[in-house]
């Protein structure tokens, strides 16, 4: 087949006073996209990064869970924080709070289906009611005009399939001054399950004059050069095919840029990455945190390469941190003498129901 560039699909884009430097992003996906993994993904070839989400509710600020997430110590700009809650005047105070420690960015979540968010009425729960999402949104921008910080918006389709109400929302929110929207093709009601659908995307991009990202289920560089082709919309969000493949970016980026898929990374180079992904991730947590929370990346990381499983369940029994750390080293050595590059994985789409799973323990 003649390779196919669409250098047209890949270009910087302006959000308030920043260049981001492509339009390829990484989620927010919370106990994921902390700072090492957001770190990471930029290095690789995403343009742009959004925080786990942090709650609204004052009195967990200073958790330890959240003040890690308001830690974005040498994460390059601009540093997006987005934030979840039910109250106008709370989350206009959570914006505030989060752009005194660092944040330059803040995004709403109205897209996060974790059960722990929607009782409380927060996250793509609050698509059910347009008057409050709206107040929400004009609370937040309200608090962050005066410091020259972008709001920016991310929800899913609608609340079900028989209320897509993704467009209406976003028409008020452009209207409000909401720098950016980004949707997931996906309704409330549907979880992880199902596919995503792009139609309401395009709808969205159609309508509002700002930047409209598409997200949902793009988990190769083909799928996302066809969610661009097929919706007009400015960048594409990836989550789950960036859990432990955080190249993916790179290699979207290659794709649109010269219509051939890149060569896969050499293992050396994975390797590298994923040590000092650990090294951060044990620098952040702790090492007897971080020894545990670290087993879901190198399980993604290692997932369907010749081995993987047999290492993962071996890993999972590792209790000291430096000795994970050598497990992965030395695993890797391994590897690297059989496959100088890494072995292709292919898309396997029972792994995005299940990574997605995770949500309602990490959210
Ligand atoms: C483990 C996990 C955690 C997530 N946490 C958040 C979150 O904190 N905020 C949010 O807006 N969306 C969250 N999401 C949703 C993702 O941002 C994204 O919209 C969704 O996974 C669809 O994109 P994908 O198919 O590329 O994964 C989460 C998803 C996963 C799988």
């Given amino acids: 087949m003649a ?28 106990g994921v996209t902390d700072r090492p993994f957001r770190v990471l993904c930029k290095r690789l070839g995403a343009g742009y990064a959004v925080s786990e989400m942090v709650t609204s509710q ?31 005047a709370e989350m206009a105070d959570a914006a505030r709070y989060n752009i005194d420690r660092g944040a330059q960015i803040i995004d709403i979540n109205m897209g996060c289906p974790a059960k722990k968010v929607c009782t409380r009425w927060a996250g793509s729960a609050l698509m059910q009611d347009e008057p409050l999402a709206l107040a929400i949104v004009e609370a937040v921008v309200a608090a962050c005009a005066p410091r020259g910080v972008p709001v920016t918006l991310k929800m899913r ?4 399939a028989a209320e897509r109400n993704a467009l209406r929302i976003a028409r008020g929110a452009e209207a409000a001054g909401i720098a950016m929207v980004t949707v997931h093709g996906r309704t409330r009601e549907q979880g992880y ?38 919706t007009g919309a400015d960048a594409v969000m990836i989550g789950r095919a960036a859990q432990g493949r955080p190249w993916v970016f790179g290699e979207i980026a290659h794709f649109l840029a010269r219509g051939t898929p890149a060569v896969a990374p050499a293992t050396r180079d994975v390797q590298r990455w994923l ?33 993987g499983e047999a290492f ?34 292919e898309a396997d789409p029972a792994a995005n129901d299940e990574r997605g799973a995770q949500v309602a323990v990490a959210a």
Wanted: with cysteine; net charge positive; hydrophobic share 45%.
């Fill in 275 to 307: 040590l000092e992904h650990l090294r951060d991730h044990h620098a952040l947590y702790g090492e007897a945190a971080g020894l545990r929370s670290a087993r879901k990346h190198i399980g993604w990381a290692v997932r369907g390469l010749p081995g």
């Fill in 157 to 160: 389709s609608g609340w079900c």
């Fill in 3 to 30: 390779a196919c560039p669409t250098p047209h699909l890949l270009h910087p884009l302006r959000l308030g006073r920043f260049e981001l430097p492509n339009n390829l992003f990484a989620a927010p996906m919370a």
């Fill in 193 to 230: 399950g199902g596919v995503a659908e792009y139609d309401t995307v395009a709808a969205v991009k159609a309508a509002l004059r700002i930047p409209v990202v598409a997200n949902g289920d793009i988990d190769t560089p083909a799928k996302a050069r066809a969610v661009l082709q097929a």
């Fill in 58 to 88: 004052r009195a967990l600020w200073a958790s330890l869970k959240t003040s890690r997430r308001a830690d974005h110590a040498g994460e390059p700009a601009p540093i997006a924080v987005q934030i979840a809650g039910t109250d106008p």
């Fill in 312 to 345: 993962r369940t071996q890993m999972n029994a590792i209790d000291d941190a430096q000795a994970q750390r050598r497990a992965l080293q030395g695993w890797f050595d391994a590897l690297a003498e059989r496959h100088p590059r890494l072995p292709r994985v």
